[in-house]
């Protein structure tokens, strides 16, 4: 079962990286490519959101006590997921900001190239800052999840300590019993010899 999510957990963030890459790259593309690479991301955004599904049925699956760490990974993707269509619409923007300024026949004036690259530069800042942010995030579960771990360790040495005072206490049992019967057994030795 975990084998199955830590599966999906690969391919979900193979495919996020390349839609982060092919985000990044839209606004600095020709036009004709532009338009083919946000079908893209686009297509490949439906895949993303329909792998978060399938981890969220494999958390359902999983059992109560095991279903925390599992619930936490889970938010950290759907907060990762959010991020990325929020930057695909910011990219979207700014290429239909492109596409307008063309079909009007924009000339490309100095000032409209700057706001242009001003736009371009803001947005890089933005994708950065949130990039920075959601690896802060994925810090805060690595760090949650190890806590997590932890804490499943000791409880597994505590039950493994109750478990060897009890090895322990019946093995004392069964020395007494024994010694119990070495005696019992002499003891009907000698009944029958008299």
Not at 4 to 9: A, L, P, R, T, V
Not at 13 to 26: D, F, G, N, Q, Y
Request: avoid cysteine; charge should be negative.
């Amino acid at each position: 079962m975990s084998s199955d999510f830590e599966g999906y957990e690969q391919d979900f963030a193979v495919l996020t990286a390349e839609i982060t890459s092919k985000i990044s790259r839209v606004p600095r593309l020709p036009p004709d490519e532009k338009k083919q690479m946000v079908a893209n991301v686009e297509k490949e955004l439906e895949e993303a959101r329909e792998l978060l599904e399938q981890m969220d049925l494999e958390v359902r699956e999983i059992p109560p006590q095991s279903r925390g760490m599992y619930s936490n990974r889970m938010r950290s993707y759907k907060q990762e997921m959010g991020k990325l269509e929020t930057d695909f619409k910011r990219s979207r923007i700014a290429y239909s900001d492109e596409v307008r300024n063309e079909l009007l026949g924009d000339d490309g004036n100095s000032s409209e190239n700057q706001l242009i690259k001003l736009r371009e530069e803001r947005a890089h800042l933005l994708d950065n800052t949130e990039r920075l942010e959601r690896s802060s995030r994925r810090l805060e579960a690595g760090y949650q999840i190890a806590v997590e771990t932890e804490q499943i360790g000791q409880e597994m040495l505590e039950n493994l300590s109750h478990d060897r005072e009890k090895i322990q206490r019946a093995r004392e049992r069964l020395r007494e019993t024994d010694a119990n019967l070495g005696k019992s057994s002499r003891i009907l030795t000698g009944m029958l010899r008299r």
